[in-house]
Nanobody, 124 residues
Framework: VQLVESGGGSVQSGGSLRLSCVVS????????MGWFRQAPGKEREGVTVIFWNNKTDYADSVKGRFTISRDNAVSTLYLQMNNLKPEDTAMYYCAAERYCAVLVWADGKTFTHWGQGTQVTVSS
């Protein structure tokens, strides 16, 4: 399984970015996938997840601003980020797992496969 993120960059506060994560190696598209982020000196944080049944969950800090989606036809996971804030600055990672723990997904431990990350920097 391989995950490759793209779409990071530098934007001003209030701006938008869309991250992409191309997934290869899974024969079934109904998998659990998530976005995580880690800022310097901080612990990794679960941002959002889409479960095998397409239900989603979000961290409180991004609700109403970020949207997770996927296009199974091109094996790609997306993260649309709107109204970005300086505190959103971090390295963003996508992760995948056939089945993931619904209640504790945010600690990342349920995910086996990770991408290399893409940097998002938001300036005030």
């Amino acid at each position: 399984v391989q995950l490759v993120e793209s779409g990071g960059g530098s934007v001003q506060s209030g701006g938008s970015l869309r991250l992409s994560c191309v997934v290869s190696g899974y024969t079934d598209s109904s998998i659990c996938m998530g976005w995580f982020r880690q800022a310097p000196g901080k612990e990794r944080e679960g941002v959002t997840v889409i479960f095998w049944n397409n239900k989603t969950d979000y961290a409180d800090s991004v609700k109403g601003r970020f949207t997770i989606s996927r296009d199974n036809a091109v094996s790609t996971l997306y993260l649309q980020m709107n109204n970005l804030k300086p505190e959103d600055t971090a390295m963003y990672y996508c992760a995948a797992e056939r089945y993931c723990a619904v209640l504790v997904w945010a600690d990342g431990k349920t995910f086996t496969h990770w991408g290399q990350g893409t940097q998002v920097t938001v300036s005030s």
